[in-house]
């Protein structure tokens, strides 16, 4: 007899022991608790001819964007490769899609999800997955579309109700759509106050709309439900201290920039040093920071041997350009210009193997990106304007959020005011206006600048 997921789903195995640890680990991820793998890795222990907790694995592997995982995700692909003939054809979508992705064809893959979704559309974990390839590759509307369509096949009786509205409020958002962002989002964390996702998506909708208050009680209120969460729990302190930089408390952000965003204490850092989001948000936060004046020697130098030995990790342009960041602010220039080089000969791979959405990223936006910043910081302020503004347009493709992205935003601005080129500095305005942030000239960078 063939076992059913959470939300009734068929599953090729028929082992209930098995059933029972997959349906555990996904709701794991879903919810992001850091006991997804352990029980994937049971599920696989009880029917090792149950393809779809292998797949799940790799996926999670996936959403880590980085290189270093690429090898174990191609071994969990060929484990579940002679498998697939039993597989159903939802369980051959996650086959499918997980190939493509991992050979950097992430727009494919979002595609077959979307396809699998139209005919399965309460399968959360797909959700879940469609959201992070969508998002890594820059395309929010798609990702709002995917999860609007499917948003009458949702009740409050369906299982995983509140996580699924994290889903689409965080779409939403994305998209521009703050009212029904909030509105879903708030919904989550009334079902469940843990819901670290749901949290996150009207964090971004206090950050997108300058909502400094909003967000200080948002996020401070909720913060006591957050022990269990994998490190978005260390972004969530990212988004505080994003909202803390409005007030100008830079003494508060520089203690828990190590206290929480990243505690070298933590489980979860000793666990993995070099994850790329905490990466990403020590990097970005610690840039803003040099930005607006403050002495961050220290802090720079937390993060400098980690980026030094990622040179090569061509995964994520995103996290290329905060491997930038950090390379050229510690002076480390000669692996600043290997790193350099290295997107650039990735950006001219050619053939199936590598080619697709990751490449043409690269191509169009991630070069000149981690060019300018290094072109930054060595005060070729010029540089980083021609470099900068012909892509300003397509940011997107390197992946991020809107509030992310804006670091690039500030640092264009930067050389605009620095450069002598105050002409420039209404036009981006104007730009980062069209992005979705409200009350621009009133935030501590922007209002600092024109004041200047």
């Not at 790799?58 to 490769?81: E, H, M, V, Y």
């Not at 962002?181 to 709309?209: F, K, Y």
């Not at 070729?380 to 397509?394: M, N, T």
């Amino acid at each position: 007899m063939q076992q059913l997921d959470s939300r009734g789903h068929e599953m090729s195995t028929a082992s209930g022991a098995a059933a029972e640890a997959f349906n555990a680990g996904m709701s794991g991820f879903v919810n992001w608790r850091t006991d997804a793998m352990a029980n994937l890795d049971a599920a696989i222990a009880a029917d090792s001819g149950f393809a779809l907790p292998m797949l799940t694995k790799g996926w999670i592997l996936q959403t880590g964007r980085t290189a270093a995982f690429r090898p174990l995700i191609k071994s969990l692909l060929a484990d579940a490769a002679p498998l697939m003939g039993n597989a159903n054809a939802r369980e051959q979508a996650y086959f499918d899609s997980l190939t493509a992705a991992v050979d950097g064809h992430g727009v494919e893959a979002a595609t077959i999800f979307e396809t699998m979704l139209a005919r399965n559309p309460t399968d959360l974990l797909a959700h879940r997955l469609v959201q992070f390839e969508l998002f890594w590759n820059g395309r929010a509307k798609w990702m709002r579309d995917i999860a609007e369509r499917a948003a009458l096949s949702w009740s409050d009786d369906v299982v995983d109700f509140g996580c699924y509205n994290s889903v689409r409020a965080f779409s939403n958002e994305e998209a521009g759509n703050y009212e029904l962002a909030e509105r879903c989002g708030r919904l989550a964390v009334e079902i469940n106050p843990s819901d670290v996702w749901g949290t996150h998506a009207v964090a971004h909708v206090h950050a997108m709309q300058g909502r400094v208050d909003d967000g200080v009680a948002w996020l401070e209120g909720l913060s006591g439900n957050w022990g269990q969460a994998n490190q978005i729990g260390h972004h969530l302190w990212w988004h505080f201290c994003i909202i803390l930089l409005e007030q100008g408390d830079h003494d508060r952000i520089l203690e828990l920039l190590t206290a929480q965003v990243r505690n070298p204490d933590s489980p979860l850092v000793q666990a993995m040093p070099d994850a790329t989001i905490d990466l990403q948000n020590v990097a970005s936060l610690v840039m803003r920071l040099d930005l607006r004046g403050v002495d961050v020697t220290r802090q720079w130098g937390i993060l400098a041997e980690i980026c030094a030995g990622r040179v090569e990790d061509f995964a994520n342009p995103f996290s290329s350009a905060h491997d930038m960041m950090v390379l050229a602010a510690t002076g480390q220039f000669d692996l600043a210009e290997k790193l350099l080089a290295g997107a650039r000969a990735f950006a001219a791979t050619q053939g199936t193997g590598a080619a697709g959405s990751l490449i043409t990223a690269y191509r169009a936006a991630g070069v000149p990106l981690c060019e300018a910043i290094l072109a930054h910081r060595k005060g070729e302020y010029d540089r980083v304007i021609d470099l900068i503004s012909p892509i300003r347009h397509d940011l997107h493709l390197v992946g991020g959020s809107h509030a992310q992205r804006d670091i690039f935003f500030q640092v264009l601005l930067d050389a605009a005011h620095r450069g002598g080129r105050a002409d420039l500095i209404p036009l981006y305005f104007d730009d980062i206006r069209r992005l979705g942030f409200d009350l621009v000239e009133q935030r501590t960078f922007y209002r600092d600048m024109v004041a200047a």
